[in-house]
């Protein structure tokens, strides 16, 4: 029996040496249904013998040992080439449908009814291509961040767990991380994660680098962005592929240009940011060993913020594909000069306004790096509990 792939409009079989195959967890049933919940058959069970090939799964899903590939235990296929009409709907898909059955295409039927065989190679090819890339208008790039540190925080335990529900609420996921709740060492007594609130302009920035884009004449083909949590206000800069020295050189610019902020936190491994912080100290005064920290609430902490940028920074790049590190600083500053819906205020305003004077010294953490990654950032904004907004908090 020939082995062949599960999932919609996929004609993989075995007989492809470069994919594997993989078995669907029927001894884990809330697995399962997730995996069942993303294929969107309607009435269908999978067979002992079903399996869904490699290219439905992300890249950090599989585990390679010498020749052979299989799944993490977490593993769920996501990549799929589902028709507009599915697409981000929850409508299921009756398997014996004549589309999913594979009667019909992109390519028109050769003479007799049937596709060619080099017709169906064609379809096989671009069919395949398109759940390699899961899907066309799917975001190219990415930010570039711990896949430990974004796993995590896809579970619910990462907003809920230790601090606003009961303990004897489980989340799946649980106990396959570990996941628990982040305390502050040293504290007796401490249960619950300290509270770090960020109070004014220019005091916790986040630190995230965005790509790879389309490269441009200077060879540029990564993006920094430098967020300030209170104010909104962005500095951007293009990088190259010296990451660790040109992401110290920008932030070292921003810190003679603007002033010292008490610190930064970024997603960046814990390894990338050593290199940062080497580099960096030689280029500015700081102290301690560190000045960027990795924190798990780097993005989470104001997602509007974040979704905007993405949009802006997507949008410039497609706008000037080869040129875009020259238009960079103009869009920023049009960013920053824009109402921010969460402030109502323009984060140039925020940042100049009224607030006390930038620190043109070293400052000192409230806490030791390592409490500080333990702990959990909540934004303070007046603005926002006038207009009946919740804060934007994000725990763990």
Excluded at 44 to 61: I, Q, R, T, Y
Excluded at 139 to 165: K, N
Excluded at 334 to 360: G, I, L, V
Aim: with cysteine; net charge positive; proline share 6%.
């Amino acid at each position: 029996m020939v082995i062949s792939c599960c999932a919609y409009n996929c004609k993989n079989t075995a007989k492809e040496k470069s994919l594997s195959f993989h078995k669907f967890p029927l001894k884990n049933p809330k697995l399962l249904k997730k995996w069942l919940y993303n294929l969107r058959w309607k009435d269908w069970k999978p067979a002992p013998h079903s399996k869904v090939c490699s290219l439905h799964f992300e890249e950090n899903c599989f585990i390679k040992e010498g020749k052979r590939v299989r799944l993490q235990s977490w593993a769920v296929p996501t990549i799929f080439a589902f028709p507009r009409r599915v697409e981000g709907r929850k409508s299921k898909i009756n398997p014996r449908s004549r589309r999913a059955l594979g009667n019909v295409g992109d390519v028109k039927a050769a003479p007799g009814g049937e596709n060619s065989s080099s017709q169906r190679t064609a379809d096989r090819k671009r069919s395949s291509k398109q759940q390699l890339t899961g899907q066309e208008n799917r975001q190219p790039w990415t930010i570039l961040g711990d896949e430990a540190v974004d796993r995590s925080m896809t579970l619910p335990s990462f907003f809920h767990s230790g601090y606003c529900l009961p303990k004897n609420i489980r989340w799946a996921g649980d106990d396959e991380l570990n996941v628990k709740p982040h305390v502050v060492y040293g504290v007796r007594g401490q249960t619950k994660p300290n509270i770090i609130e960020v109070k004014e302009r220019w005091e916790w920035l986040g630190l995230d680098v965005r790509g790879p884009f389309s490269p441009t004449v200077d060879h540029h083909t990564h993006i920094l962005t430098l967020t300030d949590y209170h104010s909104k206000w962005v500095e951007a800069f293009p990088l190259t592929q010296y990451l660790s020295q040109d992401v110290a050189e920008c932030v070292a610019e921003v810190i003679n240009q603007q002033g010292y902020p008490l610190g930064i936190l970024s997603r960046l491994s814990r390894g990338t940011l050593k290199e940062v912080n080497h580099e960096l100290k030689k280029r500015v005064r700081f102290k301690g060993k560190t000045l960027v920290i990795q924190h798990r609430q780097t993005g989470y902490m104001d997602l509007v913020t974040e979704s905007l940028l993405n949009k802006m920074l997507d949008e410039l790049v497609k706008k000037h594909r080869v040129t875009w590190h020259v238009h960079l600083p103009a869009a920023t500053l049009q960013f920053c000069c824009t109402n921010h819906p969460t402030t109502r205020e323009k984060p140039f305003t925020r940042m100049y306004a009224s607030d006390p004077p930038f620190s043109s010294s070293p400052r000192e953490l409230p806490l030791g790096v390592t409490d500080v990654r333990l702990s959990s950032f909540v934004i303070s904004s007046t603005e926002a509990n006038n207009l009946g907004i919740v804060s934007e908090t994000l725990v763990h």
